[in-house]
């Protein structure tokens, strides 16, 4: 009898263990991350749906961004459990309550940090996620410094959320690769180029953007028009480093 208890006892912990297994398995499926949205391609609207056009990276210049602020568009499995019949409540809904994210920078620098982030996120539909856009500052300015010479950084990202039955729930890892740079995101148009041979950006000259500018100095590029009153990176083409590294003779 004592061994039947004995062999019992050990069967329930191994079941025990193989439970707790899955429920951490079950954890990183309910609430994944898709991708980073292109609200540059929406007027600066995140749309979370299945067909939202997602960045393969991102691109961050430091001489102009305060940060790299990412759209995530990020999926609940969570199947739903409320009944107004059963008069039982939804408690599938996931809360977002912020962001951990490890950065890897160009020579081997890491440093890891929480991020706020918020989102509401509906149950799942039959076999479809329900989804929403959730924003996170992924890479803060304090950051730059030691993130080593402009080339491509890492951006290792879980979104953190608590259903509203009280779960606590993490997403599976998601590497985001972002190029660093100082100064490739401004352009020069010929337009706006002082026609009397200074080579200086001239503020006042009409030019187009070509694409929307939902953060400054993250992703979309602009006219030096933009800036060059204040900075001399736009206002003078040869002190921008990223095109002209070497100082003219």
Known sequence: MQSFSKTM???????????????????????????VMDINSTQCLAQPTTTSVLLASGTLDRAFSHGYQAAFLVGNHLTSRGSREKLR???SRLQITGAHIT???????????????????????GTDPGLAAVFARIVREQDFANLGPDGQMIARI??????????????GIFDYPISICTGCLVTYPSSAIDPGGSGMCDQ????????????????GTFPCTLCASTSEICSDPMKNKFYYPDPMP
Do not use: H, R
Request: charge should be negative; hydrophobic fraction near 35%.
């Open 89 to 91: 409540t939804e408690t």
């Open 204 to 219: 006042a000259a009409d030019t187009m953007t070509e694409t929307n500018i939902c953060f400054f100095g993250q992703d």
């Open 158 to 171: 879980k979104i953190l959320g608590t259903t509203l039955g009280g779960q606590d729930l993490e997403s």
């Open 103 to 125: 950065l890897y920078g160009t020579t081997g620098y890491t440093t890891s940090f929480d991020t706020p982030a918020t989102g509401l996120i509906n149950p799942a539909t």
């Open 9 to 35: 006892a050990a069967g329930l912990i191994l079941l025990g263990a193989g439970l707790l297994e899955t429920s951490c398995v079950d954890n990183l499926s309910s609430v994944f991350i898709y991708g």
